[in-house]
Every structure is written in C-alpha cells, then in structure tokens.
C-alpha cells in the first residue's frame, strides 16, 4: 500500500525496437509517490513500472482469477489496461472484488418461473474462492478511497452511501469507463463511439456521471470492507509511507497484511520524541 514507486521520465524498449513511452493523463511527473496515491489519483508510470516488475504472466493470470478468461496479448501497456474488454467482461472481475474474492459467472436468467410465481426451471450459481480475501479487502479499500478522494471523488458528493470503484480513460479521449460497486450491486459504465473517434470525456466527467445516476435510481446498500483477521489497520505519513500519528499532517489510516506494515517511523509519529516530550 506505501512502497513507493517511481513517477519519472520512462521508456520501454520491446519487441521489434518500438519504444513504448507510458504518460500520466496530466502530463506530469511527481517523483516517488506510494502505491497508494498513485492508484487514487491514477498515475500511469508507477502502475505501467509495478506491472512490469510484477511480471505480464502474472498479471494475466490474475485477470483470469478474477473472471476474465480471454487471451491478453502481453504487451508491455496491457498493464493501463490496453486489453479488448466488453463491459460485460469487466463486470464479471468487478463482480469478484465485490464478492471479497469469490467468483461465480454472471447469468442473465436465475429462475424461470410461472405465472403464479412457481419455479420452472433454476440455474444453479457456481462460486469458488479465486483470490485470498486479504489481498482484495486491499484493493477494496483503495478503490473505496478513490470514490471518497481519488478521481471519483465526485461520488462522495453524489451519492448518499460508500461505493468502491475505478475510473479508466484511453489515449485521446476514445474510451470513457467507470466500473465499480455498492454493497449489493455491481455496475459498469463505457460511453465511446464505435468508429474509435474522441468522445473528449474522461472517465470521470463521462461513465462516472451515469454511474452514479444508475446507482441514485436503485436505492443500493452502502459498501463496507470486509477486514479479515490477518489485517492490521496503521497509520502513515502520506508521502514517505512511514508510521505516524494520527494527528500527524498528512497521516492517512490505511490496512496491511500484517507483518508488511512499515516498520520505520515518520519524524512524526506516535512514538517520536516530540510527542514524548510535548504529548499528552
């Protein structure tokens, strides 16, 4: 969640000499941010450099737990997500984060019943565990922080409960997406032209306002995390990822696997000198 990773400057040598030049939506750089901040606010290099240290392999096989099984060329900008994806597929991986992990393939019919309300016919839900549930309560907790102060912010505003989610914009304003869930829905939005032509909307100014027009007009459930035991929620300095104080500035409370939170501490910090001699 606060390792750092680098937002500089980056160029991809790969196959056939091309050279892939990954940029930020902003086009700035930001030195060395946290994990956790890169993933709020969207930064493509640190996502496109932890991918490729993480390994192609690794993250198509990830993909495909989470419920997409179609074959993912692996390029080097599969890692922004530069994949063929209908909605209906993104769903379904949305789907098992909103599941804690678990993943059953969607339907669009469960039941067929009678006019009296009898069943005829059931489709039986398959449901496996297909990711720890520690390692999604994680990237639950993010996507949460992304809907209250990320890039969907807006959400916060628009809606009355916690949602978790994800904008995603392309290279020149072609694809405009918004996936993400509340405790008791899942939902997918991509507004785009089908002769690829700009639709000049981010993720946020175009799928993020139908999204959470969808979400007003169904009266869904607030979303909260589901923490297993094995995570320890710290504080931390939001910059350098230390520990800190809660009342340190800039501390933000963040969950971690326990024995993977910062054992460093902040110049300020619950334990520091400074809050010995002047605490409470």
Not at 187 to 195: H, P, R
Not at 237 to 248: P, Q
Request: glycine residues 8%.
């Amino acid at each position: 969640m606060v390792s750092l990773v680098d937002d500089s400057r980056w160029r991809v040598r790969g196959d056939y000499t091309q050279i892939w030049k990954p940029e930020n939506y902003d086009h700035k750089y930001h030195g060395e941010v946290t994990l956790y901040e890169a993933l709020l606010k969207s930064y493509n290099i640190p996502a496109a450099r932890l991918g490729l240290d993480v390994g192609l392999g690794e993250i198509s096989k990830t993909i495909q737990q989470l419920g997409n099984h179609s074959r993912l060329p692996p390029y080097p900008s599969m890692t922004l997500g530069a994949v063929d994806m209908s909605p209906f597929d993104v769903a379904s991986i949305y789907q098992t984060f909103a599941a804690s992990g678990f993943h059953s393939p969607l339907k669009s019919v469960i039941a067929v019943l009678d006019k009296n309300g009898r069943s005829l016919k059931r489709y039986p839900v398959d449901v496996a565990r297909e990711v720890a549930p520690d390692v999604v309560a994680l990237i639950n907790y993010t996507m949460l922080g992304i809907a209250e102060q990320g890039t969907a912010k807006r959400l916060s505003h628009d809606l009355d409960i916690k949602v978790a989610g994800k904008t995603g914009t392309s290279d020149d304003l072609k694809d405009s997406w918004f996936a993400g869930f509340s405790g008791d829905a899942v939902a997918v939005v991509w507004t785009g032209y089908d002769d690829n032509r700009p639709t000049g909307l981010t993720g946020a100014s175009g799928a993020l306002r139908i999204w959470s027009k969808l979400m007003n007009s169904i009266s869904a459930k607030s979303f909260e995390v589901l923490m297993p035991d094995n995570i320890t929620m710290k504080w931390v300095e939001g910059e350098s990822g230390l520990l800190s104080g809660k009342d340190c500035e800039n501390a933000i409370e963040l969950p971690f696997i326990k024995g993977s939170e910062p054992k460093a501490e902040a110049e300020c910090s619950e334990g520091s000198w400074f809050q010995d001699m002047f605490g409470d």
